[in-house]
């Protein structure tokens, strides 16, 4: 989980090209720390953030003691990487990633995934990115993009507004190898019916699932780079900076309202600062707004807010 920080970070500041990474280490009284990498008012990012952490305790909190019942009662060790990232530009999507491996006990499992929060609709940002994250996914088993796709247009989800958060990527939990590839709470859901109607697949030991998440990680400098260079130089104006300040504010609900990272960092007394991290730096609310029809805005709301099948799809 550190060398995926190293990394990510040396790709970033390469790609922001004026500014670096400030490191915050620090320490938490239960037990473990972390380090804590703010870029802020750089070429490409107006504020982003890469976070390592590495804590133990007593007890999980609540919110993970539902899902894994057989972990109650045990110490816990957890750590995994976690980032966002908001760029100036509104052309340049905001990105997610966070990757984390949890041994409680008689269980352990890893979990994670990335997504990626367009603010202006381009068909082909959302295929590469998709069409990247496929391919490392089949590099180690066919059906993981498939149910992790449809997991994360779930996940990302805020039901409040009955809208995605942007056009995902790949998201799975408590994967330890056994049984069948969604974890997930809802069960009538398309990933938890996708996954049914595969069945439980063959075994994955901790090597094979360590493997992958690894893979996942150096999957997503190639992924977003290429997205953000496109877009960088792309010129805008006041309505596309208050468009996206808006729309930043689904990105505050969501993380405040839903996001298990940020539940389980103040459930267990994380440091603050660290877990809220991910929250942009200037974000607003509008009452009651509503795209013109026929501009990229209403576009945005109308395909790009839905699921889509990005990795076939076609602008013809």
């Not at 499992?109 to 295929?127: I, K, N, R, S, V």
């Not at 094979?208 to 805008?236: H, M, Q, W």
């Amino acid at each position: 989980m550190r060398g995926i920080q190293d990394e990510i970070c040396q790709g970033l500041e390469a790609l922001d090209g004026q500014n670096k990474f400030e490191e915050d280490s620090w320490e938490r009284e239960e037990g473990g720390g972390g380090r804590s990498r703010v870029i802020r008012e750089g070429g490409v990012f107006e504020q982003g953030g890469v976070n390592f952490s590495e804590v133990w305790g007593h007890q999980l909190p609540p919110s993970i003691l539902k899902q894994r019942p057989e972990a109650a009662g045990h110490g816990f060790y957890a750590t995994g990487t976690s980032m966002v990232l908001h760029p100036r530009n509104p052309y340049i999507p905001t990105v997610h990633l966070n990757y984390r491996y949890f041994e409680a006990g008689p269980v352990w499992w890893f979990g994670g995934g990335a997504d990626l929060t367009p603010y202006y609709p381009f068909a082909e940002d959302a295929q590469h990115f998709h069409r990247t994250l496929k391919e490392t996914c089949d590099r180690h088993h066919g059906e993981y993009y498939p149910v992790f796709k449809r997991w994360c247009d779930e996940y990302f989800y805020l039901k409040h507004r009955q809208e995605s958060r942007g056009i995902g990527g790949i998201f799975f939990d408590y994967q330890d190898g056994q049984g069948e590839l969604y974890r997930g709470p809802d069960d009538q859901g398309e990933a938890a019916q996708y996954s049914h109607q595969v069945g439980a697949i063959e075994p994955r030991n901790w090597d094979a699932l360590f493997s992958f998440v690894e893979d996942c990680g150096k999957a997503f400098l190639p992924a977003y780079v290429p997205i953000a260079e496109k877009r960088r130089n792309t010129e805008y104006g006041d309505r596309e900076r208050n468009f996206q300040l808006y729309r930043r504010g689904r990105y505050v609900e969501f993380n405040l309202v839903y996001d298990r990272g940020t539940i389980f960092g103040l459930q267990t007394n994380g440091r603050t600062e660290s877990i809220l991290m991910s929250l942009p730096p200037l974000v607003r609310w509008e009452y009651g707004y509503q795209p013109e029809p026929n501009t990229p805005e209403a576009q945005l709301y109308q395909t790009f807010l839905k699921a889509q099948d990005w990795v076939n799809w076609s602008t013809h």
